[in-house]
């Protein structure tokens, strides 16, 4: 209501649209009224937008109820009035910053004279004397700051209006600077103001900064999303020595980082360990408790955990600036850390580093590593009691325990002979090969190692052997071999025993090693080592203590290689009655040769049936119950055959040779369909080599041949996931499992690897009759049955009476005329129009006669033309299929 009389007093005309007037030819005081009435709809529109807390309401008395209703709805009113007329003020606040003019407002002087005599008063008024001077820095200062607030409540529904907001913010900083202190009538909030400038870089970021001159802020926004989250943690970091980040701010983040961890994506776990243990690092700095989630993250530490913590620590703290409370406090947090863990080696880890070190003394370090010993005891594995570790001197017992930890964390040979030699020269009363429990030797061996009389000699060996093995199996092939070697060298001098040991378990390497190298991509290994495989298969030294794993390797080796020709013809004949994996490599290699041949001359497949079939067979034997009734019990695991199942499985894991695979998964797949009870075959390349039937159905464990299957098939699609054969197999499974929806899933994958995704066609040795009956039944069953009606057009021979049954089911799940499209038989098509006008359904009948009216599918079309329309059709149906099942 002020304001309104404010605008009829400085003689703006009443009805007139602000926008149309000029503010350029108005009075001073008359484009100030429209300024101020413009300002405050603005203000009102933004204020009404902010969440507001309601107050809770007394007892309830009808009139005060009535009169807030009244209030409400007054409010209400006006506010719908101002948002109409928001783009209209908006425009006229926008036309006054191109006002370079000083403006003057009304007072009380200049009103009162108005009231006693109006027509001396507008002379004054109208040549800028009368009146309040409001300079024009102050004015566009205040306009910038309330058309960006505007735009920037806009941005909720247009984006791009923030681009405008920022600019409106940036000009406001800049003319508070120009004014400076000495403004009287332009009062800012410049706290607000700043924050509506940090979300304006957040939610647009300029071009023309870099990244340096964000705020930190503004930075973490920006990388969060972008999915740039180790450029957070080093933000996180930096800002643990600044603490220019609220503490509210970066709980909020590792909020927001854990929110989407557990949404499923499970490479950020690393991300939400790291930021929780930067802000643990901040909190304890700044005197606050642990937090609970870093605990629960803390609950299974690892040498990467422990790493990461101790660089977020050492970067947290400037030791030379740092003051005595923030070194004390950052000592105490890693004296806890210590306290908590349970494994030593990761105690050492953090004892032996540097920060724990300057920030602890010699006797709180000693005194710590006292705690930790006696909390956790050695168990004494020899017979002898050995001196007890309270016993040593405090200052040896430090010793002995940095070079355990030395002991533990190092891979070079030289090294931790040294060290071995300085810990058997402070106690020859114990064993440390014992230090740590995950050095790991097989029994085969551990025997003849513990067999070593000298107790340093006995140490260094098993060690060198289980950090060769652990460094083999996490694939640090070259330090595996200098250990390896080291140890060949030592026990060379004293055990022929140990040295053929040491020589199997380098060609072991060796072959690991070149088939995680060159080998992956199809580079043949050197002659040089097919020789020594060839010369591990051929040994007959007695007593040499052998690992069933190299016998296995050597074979697989053998066979992913293609050395076909040594397995069947220069292969002892003694490897074949003691070594059960030669014996299945010769026939596997045999089988492969025999392939291409006349079915007569396939002996050696019906010998790999033969072997296969009794290592799946099981024993049976005859119970007496307690009743005096015999029963029949299964053994699970049959010792008729050459070797176990689970052995079996467990050597096919190491083949790659594609034709190989196919072969064993072919014969298990028709083992799998003998069965008296199976309904739905499984189908595979070659599978007609096998035999069609077995002597003795009741001994074979079909079960186990089921599961075989699944896990072959899962494997070999680990290998090549594009192999055709192989795909269709798993889409088999599925389908004789009832899982129809994953069925279609590999039978259009089967189809999409060998037509580059349809855009070719699938060839018919792999969408075969059978495989487009079981699509045509998997979408039956998922009652899309328009689908089923356009794969009949695939078969050989259209099934016309399939396709008019399932287009009449009414309560089809797929997209029924979406698909129409996809038809190119007429018949089909004329039998939709029918069905629709059958039914009433105009729509659906029209779509149908423009599907038959495409020039196309014209009868009378040369053959190619028609072959050319059912193709382009096929392409598009498979491809909108693999969209909806992939």
Excluded at 2 to 7: K, Q
Excluded at 576 to 594: D, I, M
Excluded at 794 to 806: G, N, P, Q, W
């Amino acid at each position: 209501m002020l304001l309104n009389e404010l605008l009829c007093i400085s003689k703006v005309p009443p009805g007139t649209k602000h926008v149309d007037m000029d503010l350029a030819t108005l009075p001073p005081t008359t484009a100030m009224a429209i300024l101020l009435y413009n300002r405050w709809a603005i203000r009102t529109i933004v204020q009404s937008s902010f969440p507001v807390k309601q107050a809770k309401p007394g007892p309830p008395q009808l009139s005060v109820m009535n009169q807030m209703q009244q209030e409400k709805e007054l409010t209400e009113n006006i506010l719908k009035v101002l948002k109409e007329q928001a783009a209209d003020s908006i425009l006229v606040l926008e036309a006054a910053l191109k006002l370079n003019k000083d403006l003057y407002v009304h007072t009380m002087r200049t009103l009162d004279l108005l009231a006693m005599e109006p027509g001396m008063v507008n002379g004054e008024t109208e040549s800028s004397t009368a009146g309040l001077k409001i300079k024009a820095e102050e004015i566009q200062c205040q306009v910038c700051y309330d058309l960006g607030a505007a735009y920037f409540q806009q941005g909720s529904t247009n984006s791009a209006v923030y681009e405008n907001a920022r600019e409106k913010f940036v000009r406001t900083k800049e003319l508070i600077a120009e004014i400076g202190s000495l403004s009287l009538h332009c009062t800012i909030d410049e706290k607000r103001l700043a924050g509506y400038c940090q979300a304006c870089d957040v939610l647009v970021p300029s071009s023309d900064s870099s990244s340096q001159q964000l705020t930190p802020y503004s930075q973490v926004h920006i990388c969060l999303r972008s999915g740039n989250y180790q450029e957070v943690i080093q933000i996180f970091i930096e800002d643990n020595l600044t603490f220019s980040l609220p503490v509210q701010f970066r709980q909020s983040v590792l909020r927001e980082l854990f929110q989407k961890a557990q949404q499923g994506n499970e490479a950020l776990d690393e991300i939400c360990f790291k930021a929780c243990a930067c802000n643990t690092v901040r909190d304890i700095l700044e005197g606050r408790a642990i937090s609970v989630q870093f605990n629960q993250l803390f609950l299974t530490p690892n040498k990467e955990k422990i790493d990461f913590l101790l660089e977020v620590c050492s970067r947290s703290i400037n030791l030379e600036k740092a003051s005595d409370s923030l070194k004390g406090n950052m000592a105490a947090f890693l004296k806890n850390v210590c306290l908590g863990l349970e494994d030593l080696q990761y105690v050492f880890m953090i004892s032996s580093h540097e920060l724990f070190i300057t920030l602890l003394k010699d006797e709180e370090r000693k005194l710590l590593v006292d705690q930790m010993r006696k909390r956790s005891p050695r168990v004494n594995l020899c017979i002898k009691p050995v001196t007890s570790f309270y016993d040593i001197p405090a200052s040896a017992s430090v010793n002995i325990g940095q070079l355990e930890h030395q002991l533990i964390l190092s891979v070079d040979p030289w090294r931790i002979r040294q060290i071995l030699i300085e810990l058997h020269g402070m106690t020859s009363e114990r064993q440390f090969w014992t230090v740590s429990n995950k050095w790991e030797v097989p029994s085969v061996y551990s025997g003849v190692i513990l067999g070593i009389k000298d107790s340093l000699t006995r140490d260094l060996v098993y060690i060198l052997m289980a950090k060769g093995l652990h460094c083999s199996t996490v694939k640090d092939f070259s330090h595996a071999k200098q250990l390896f070697a080291a140890c060949l060298e030592l026990v060379t001098e004293f055990s022929p025993k140990l040295r053929q040991v040491m020589l199997n378990e380098m060609l072991l390497l060796d072959i690991h090693t070149h088939e995680a190298g060159t080998g992956q991509s199809g580079e043949r290994p050197p002659s040089d080592l097919i020789s020594r495989v060839r010369g591990y298969l051929e040994m007959r030294l007695p007593d040499i203590p052998l690992r069933q794993v190299i016998a296995e390797e050597c074979v697989a080796f053998m066979l992913n290689w293609r050395e076909n020709e040594y397995l069947t013809l220069q292969v002892p004949a003694f490897l074949l009655q003691s070594n059960p994996y030669v014996k299945l490599g010769q026939l596997l290699a045999a089988t492969c040769k025999e392939l291409p041949g006349p079915k007569e001359s396939r002996r050696t497949a019906k010998d790999l049936w033969e072997v296969v079939v009794q290592i799946c067979s099981v024993s049976s034997q005859h119970k007496r119950g307690n009743d005096g009734r015999v029963s029949l019990i299964k053994q699970r695991e049959s010792t008729l055959g050459i070797m176990y199942r689970s052995e079996l499985l467990s050597f096919i894991k190491k083949l790659r040779e594609p034709l190989v695979l196919t072969i064993i998964l072919s014969l298990f797949v028709k083992l799998h369909n003998i069965r008296e009870d199976i309904v739905n075959d499984i189908t595979a390349e070659h599978i007609s080599i096998w035999p069609s039937s077995i002597p003795n159905l009741q001994s074979v464990d079909f079960e186990a041949v089921a599961i075989t299957v699944k896990e072959l098939v899962r494997y070999t699609l680990s290998i090549n996931p594009n192999n055709h054969s192989w795909l269709i197999i798993q889409a088999d499974i599925y389908f004789a499992t009832n899982q129809y929806s994953a069925a279609l899933h590999y039978y259009l994958q089967a189809g999409a690897v060998c037509s580059d995704f349809f855009n070719k066609a699938v060839p018919p040795d792999v969408y075969t009759d059978q495989v487009i009956k079981r699509m045509i039944k998997c979408c039956s069953l998922l009652n899309c049955h328009t689908q089923v009606a356009i794969l009949c057009q695939f078969l050989r021979e259209i099934d016309y009476k399939t396709a008019f049954k399932s287009l009449q089911e009414q309560n089809s799940h797929d997209a029924m005329d979406s698909y129409y499209d996809y038809i190119w038989d007429v018949t089909i098509l004329e039998y939709l129009t029918y069905l629709h006008h059958k039914r009433g359904e105009t729509d659906k009948r029209q779509i149908a006669i423009k599907a038959i009216g495409q020039t196309e599918l014209n009868a009378s079309n040369p053959e190619e033309v028609l072959q050319l329309a059912a193709q382009r059709r096929k392409k598009k149906f498979l491809q909108a299929m693999a969209k909806l099942y992939f």
